[in-house]
Nanobody, 122 residues
Framework: VQLQASGGGLVQAGGSLRLSCAAS????????WGWFRQTPGKAREFVAAISGSAGSTYYADSVKGRVTISRDNAKRTVYLQMNSLKPEDTAVYYCASSYYSDYAEISSYMNWGQGTLVTVSS
């Protein structure tokens, strides 16, 4: 599975962005799609995931209520809608795919996109 993330950019605090993750390859075997983020000097952290045929969604506490993950199976694309952005949301955002249900465990994801930078100004 190959992943291509896009949609990052510079936005003012309180603004919105929608990130996209276009997938190619053997996507039918993917069980969980996730978004993670990373800032310099810090570990990559879980942001959101969508899992299973029912599309169950999961969010980190830090983004809950402000972020929505969704997928378009026909387009093989996963989205991350981010609203009410805060300066602390500034990071490189990565999409990833997993064959497992352990959505928050980074090691369960075997395919990663290249990352897209989100910068939120105060």
């Amino acid at each position: 599975v190959q992943l291509q993330a896009s949609g990052g950019g510079l936005v003012q605090a309180g603004g919105s962005l929608r990130l996209s993750c276009a997938a190619s390859g053997r996507t039918s075997s993917v069980y969980t799609w996730g978004w993670f983020r990373q800032t310099p000097g810090k570990a990559r952290e879980f942001v959101a995931a969508i899992s299973g045929s029912a599309g169950s969604t999961y969010y980190a506490d830090s983004v809950k209520g402000r972020v929505t993950i969704s997928r378009d199976n026909a387009k093989r694309t996963v989205y991350l809608q981010m609203n009410s952005l805060k300066p602390e949301d500034t990071a490189v955002y990565y999409c990833a795919s997993s064959y497992y249900s352990d959505y928050a465990e980074i090691s369960s994801y075997m395919n990663w996109g290249q990352g897209t930078l989100v910068t939120v100004s105060s």
